[in-house]
């Protein structure tokens, strides 16, 4: 069996759901069994791992728009999770972004300083995308880092959700807006509007994680590709910008077919294995590997890619075998 790495696997610092309510509110809504998964850092997180055999475990933050020193005390937290178990976890920072400089200050700490491989953000803040200008400051500083910055989906804002309210419960539109449809639709639509601004073109060596089997970007390709050069005169096209600047995990869909279609459009090279533990159990993401496996979907050398080897040499790391 190959060692596995995931990246798109969560925590919850309780400093911060005591700073925000607006995380408290997120996390209410969350199964009790899940919130204590996401509160632990220790034995049960690493027992889980070993459930799934899972060798490392890449670990973010839940959403919510957090200050500037919230952000520091949970990133500090994660990074001694880390040391007392430094080959079976890692981290993705937590990063501001409503103060994109102190963002960018916080990204270069998190990884000169407490040795972690990148930041997670959210898809959205409040709203605003990050192909307004005022946010690139995070990105260069992500480029001058050689680290990947994971664009993870997050709740419809109050003025977002309107546009999912219909001739159904609110219930409903709430799922619409989230887990059940926008999540992945927004951020999809986001790494379209990335490139139509030129980020890629003022930082060619960037590097986006997207998840969920690359957000429905994969079946719509094609289209996007001839319809993206009537937006302006770029240095390269979304094509070279697609298999270039953008890595796709598995995390959170578990199922061929979605995976068949992002192989088709995407280098192997660039698709990473993952779960969203602890919304997902490592469990059910070792099935899905097995069923890959057998499947003959990715063999032989890929799937030592796809497991591991994409991961360590994106990361920069090198897993224990």
């Excluded at 994109?100 to 300083?113: F, G, H, S, Y």
């Excluded at 096209?237 to 995407?266: A, H, K, Q, Y």
């Amino acid at each position: 069996m190959y060692p596995l790495i995931t990246l798109e696997e969560h925590f919850v610092s309780p400093e911060v759901s005591s700073a925000s309510a607006e995380a408290r509110a997120h996390y209410a809504k969350f199964p009790p069994h899940i919130l204590s998964k996401l509160e632990c850092l220790g034995p049960e997180r690493i027992s889980d791992l070993d459930k799934g055999n899972v060798s490392l475990q890449v670990i973010s933050h839940g959403p919510g728009n957090i200050s500037a020193p919230v952000c520091t005390s949970a990133n500090d937290d994660l990074a001694a999770a880390i040391a007392q178990h430094p080959t079976r976890l890692a981290g993705f920072a937590m990063l501001p972004m409503s103060g994109p400089q102190a963002a960018a200050e916080e990204l270069e700490r998190c990884v000169t300083k407490l040795g972690f491989l990148g930041a997670l953000v959210e898809n959205h803040l409040d709203g605003k995308f990050y192909d307004d200008e005022r946010f690139w400051v995070v990105f260069e500083k992500a480029q001058q880092l050689d680290v990947p910055v994971y664009i993870h989906p997050t709740f419809a804002s109050d003025s977002m959700l309107e546009h999912y309210k219909g001739n159904y419960d609110d219930s409903v539109a709430l799922a619409l807006s989230a887990y059940g449809w926008s999540w992945h639709a927004e951020t999809g639509h986001h790494i379209l509007r990335l490139f139509a601004s030129g980020l890629f073109d003022r930082f060619p060596k960037l590097k986006i994680i997207i998840g969920h089997m690359g957000e429905m970007l994969p079946f719509q390709l094609d289209r996007v590709f001839a319809v993206s050069e009537r937006w302006g005169r770029k240095e390269r096209g979304l094509r070279e910008v697609w298999r270039s600047n953008i890595w796709v995990t598995t995390s959170g869909m578990f199922s061929l077919p979605p995976l068949r279609c992002l192989l088709d459009v995407m280098p192997i090279e660039h698709v990473l294995y993952s779960v969203d533990y602890p919304f997902s159990t490592n469990e059910k993401g070792l099935e899905f590997f097995e069923q890959i496996r057998q499947s003959g979907l990715i063999a032989g050398e890929d799937l030592e890619l796809f497991a591991y080897r994409n991961a360590e040499r994106l990361l920069r790391i090198e897993v224990k075998r």
